[in-house]
């Protein structure tokens, strides 16, 4: 009777608790004992979990319930009498998951071997893949940062430093391609699937095509919901779709939107004064906007600077000649226009036509001007 209450008992618990498994951190660094602490920082399901434990001869452990594979850091603290060298900065990065891990070192955590862990196997696995890769692209940084101011202005001395490099990255670019088709269901194949397909500029169409081959496991995990959220929006954002309204305040208080400028081809750049490549991109919109300025063309700067950088981003307009409308509201990248339009990373901008369709995006150099002189009859 007591067993079949038992069973009974167990059958009416939700699915998901009799599924649920948690992670245990078996670690063992050498012999260090209390005071010796060992901190884990991670994220859980968006949310940031610190915790800590006092070693024991060597030995301590971390458990915890986990919705996804998530990165985190393993940082020892080595308040011993023999305290070693730059002891503050021991730390190990490494996935956890929902399983049973040991981390493993002699003296310093941060050359532990990690075992029982898919999701690390993957990781070293593809780093493999990738060495003679990053290898090739750090033997080229090394002669670059070697060379004269001279040198890194001849094309000459340039060309062969890029085409190595294009082949290089082609090369990285396909062993990461390779590793996500015959590893489907790696949490390291949806992190690879990031840096590939959600860059800079990416296609959000062929983007969802690829990220939908994912099990669902992987599509709603944090990272796959972040993922899919980016692609929502930049599918809001590419090129023939309406450009989305916003209102923020420009030099002088004054609130601007970007239905104001309805009527003209007008380019939204998102910009900050601490970036340098923006600020060494802003003479070619400074060119662009003088030749087209009379021809129903104009430029809306959206500033990623915060509160503090107020004085700083005033200053960048004045220092940098740019008679066009500048707006910000100083949340950086928090800016409401920024996460609008899906902005992580600047310069971006965006082309709109006097209908307020978006027509272009990222016009770099004088990719704007020759935009402009295809739409905009001189």
């Known amino acids: ?154 094309s000459v001395f340039l060309a062969p430093i890029r085409e190595i490099m294009r082949t290089t990255q082609a090369g990285y670019d396909s062993v990461n391609r390779a590793f996500i088709a015959t590893h489907p269901n790696s949490y390291i194949s949806l992190i690879t699937f990031q840096e590939l397909e959600l860059g800079y500029n990416f296609n959000p169409d062929t983007a969802a095509v690829k990220f939908a081959r994912f099990p669902a496991s992987l599509r709603e995990s944090a990272a796959g919901k972040k993922m899919a959220a980016v692609i929502a929006t930049s599918k809001k954002t590419q090129t023939g779709v309406m450009a989305m309204d916003f209102t923020q305040k420009d030099t002088t208080g004054k609130a601007v939107s970007l239905s104001d400028f309805r009527g003209q081809y007008v380019l939204v750049d998102f910009w900050a004064s601490w ?56 949340e950086g990248f928090k800016s409401k226009a920024a996460v609008m339009y899906g902005v992580t990373a600047i310069p971006t901008n965006f082309l709109i036509d006097p209908s307020g369709k978006i027509i272009a995006r990222n016009l770099r150099g004088e990719e704007l001007e020759k935009k402009l002189g295809e739409i905009i009859p001189m």
């Not at 992670?23 to 399901?45: C, E, M, Q, R, W």
């Not at 610190?50 to 393993?74: E, N």
């Not at 493999?128 to 004269?148: C, F, G, H, I, V």
């Not at 991109?281 to 915060?306: R, W």
């Open 275 to 330: 970036c340098k490549p923006c600020r060494a991109e802003n003479p070619n919109l400074l060119k662009a906007y003088n030749k087209y300025k009379e021809k129903n063309f104009t430029i809306l700067g959206v500033s990623l600077d915060d509160e503090d950088g107020r004085r700083a981003w005033l200053g960048a307009v004045k220092q940098d000649r740019m008679p066009w409308t500048q707006v910000s509201d100083l």
């Open 1 to 154: 009777m007591r067993k079949s209450m038992i069973l009974t008992a167990v059958c009416c618990l939700p699915l998901s608790l009799l599924a649920q498994k948690k992670f245990t951190i078996h670690g063992k660094v050498g012999t260090l004992d209390a005071p010796a602490k060992a901190y884990l920082n991670y994220k859980n399901d968006g949310n940031d979990v610190i915790d800590s434990v006092v070693l024991r001869k060597g030995s301590f452990t971390f458990t915890g319930v986990l919705a996804s594979p998530t990165m985190a850091v393993l940082t020892l603290k080595h308040d011993t009498v023999s305290r070693p060298r730059n002891a503050e900065r021991d730390a190990l990065y490494f996935y956890i998951e929902n399983a049973s891990i040991t981390v493993t070192a002699d003296e310093y955590v941060q050359r532990a071997e990690v075992k029982g862990s898919a999701t690390n196997d993957d990781d070293r696995a593809l780093k493999a893949l990738q060495k003679p890769y990053r290898d090739s692209a750090k033997e080229l940084m090394a002669k670059y940062n070697a060379a004269t101011p001279e040198q890194r202005k001849d």
